[in-house]
């Protein structure tokens, strides 16, 4: 394994991201959004863009958190007002809707499909390592989406434990604590470079997959790893080849 | 199924007190302070009575924490500390002994045996419930001890994540928080009538398995309910076929 540490390799666990990394959140979504609009009789809205939106302003939401604008709130609660916003930046009045079936469609974050390798790599990476999302999402919705979906975490700590979003430090270097293992004993796998970045700013071991169609059919970002991490592999699968899992 | 609360069974989660209920700490430390006291060659201690000694100062240690006597502290950091007083309990002198050692006969409270019904029980009512510890253990105490002994948690949220032990409420009410459920969606299964009263309290439903043999041969406390408990089941496998999982 290649590695930019002079220690000799020593990961106990594995971290992963979660949304674009072990699911597929674009299509999740926008496949329950247009559920969604076919029962409201909504014609005009596509559902894939809707989605993107929606993604776009879990970033927003988050950086305002990670700056201190605004106090820690759950995913969930920050995806719920997300919602709203979406709604009305394609001209739907989200007040008109009923809250219970916005409350409904909120939920749709909890229930995502994983990547056709997910379960297969993570299974086998589970032999040889402690497993475990290091994610945005609250501990409810990774593990509502683990049950549903089947991913055999050993571990999941949402970002509502440590109460901060990556690229935080503190997402990455409490968590580790929470683990009983050092950031070098803790490797985190990404379809993001900059999530990566991070990881490793706090010692952590780092691994990229690509997931170009992550973003859709013009997806521009991520494609390709942008820094020399450990490990690059081509899904789950090959990461566990590449592990020896 | 026997209930206390008249609105219709609707439990999504069942949390598990894991000392004495899932796994046989008992015999697990006997084992591990046997070949410690063999290796430093002590014969004239009996090492059930010491890992009796060293888990009573337990109750002492978190009573501390939940008086506000002391701040919270893992359960790594007060085992270790009643490691010490449990050796000056039998006239040795903690000091004398090399320090790494202790650390890693400390780590004897992460590798514990299931009791014989543990994986099997928790096996299929995995197959219908979200399944998790709700212990005093911290959190990578209980992954170490699952991963070794095979226990097949959903999620893992260790005493540290809420900064409480049971049976003060917020360590019941802040999990189910954790987990985006009502107390009452929530199960407690333990093998202690006063846990379970602390679970009920907080509006929790409660399953009692007596495990007569947790304190050795001359047990004489919850050998049965001392309460009207929701369910009362003979092992984990009973509570599986008494919960249709």
């Known amino acids: 394994?290649?590695?930019k540490h002079s220690t000799p390799l020593e990961v106990r666990a594995l971290l992963f991201d979660v949304l674009g990394t072990v699911v597929d959140w674009r299509s999740g979504i926008a496949r329950q959004v247009s559920s969604f609009l076919e029962r409201c009789g909504v014609v005009h809205v596509d559902a894939a863009d809707f989605a993107d939106t929606w993604s776009r302003l879990y970033d927003q939401a988050t950086d305002a958190v990670r700056?201190?604008?605004r106090p820690f709130a759950r995913l969930d609660v920050l995806n719920r007002e997300n919602l709203e916003a979406a709604f009305k930046a394609v001209s739907i009045e989200p007040k008109l809707l009923p809250s219970a079936d916005l409350d409904e469609l909120n939920l749709a974050w909890h229930r995502l499909d994983p990547w056709p390798d997910s379960?297969?790599?993570?299974?086998?990476?589970?032999?040889?390592f402690i497993i475990g999302p290091l994610s945005g999402g609250n501990t409810s919705l990774l593990l509502d989406m683990a049950k549903r979906a089947g991913l055999p975490w050993d571990v999941v700590l949402g970002s509502d434990v440590v109460e901060v979003y990556k690229p935080a430090p503190e997402a990455y270097l409490?968590?580790?604590e929470f683990l009983g293992l050092r950031p070098d004993q803790v490797l985190l796998v990404a379809a993001h470079n900059d999530d990566l970045a991070g990881a490793r700013r706090c010692g952590m071991r780092t691994a990229f997959i690509p997931r170009p169609a992550e973003h859709g059919p013009s997806q521009t970002t991520d494609?390709?790893?942008l820094d020399d991490w450990d490990v690059i592999a081509s899904d789950l699968v090959d990461l566990a080849d590449k592990l020896g899992a």
């Open 119 to 128: 379960i297969s790599g993570l299974t086998r990476l589970k032999s040889k």
């Open 174 to 176: 409490r968590t580790c």
């Open 223 to 225: 494609l390709a790893p």
């Open 1 to 3: 394994m290649n590695t």
């Open 67 to 69: 700056s201190g604008k």
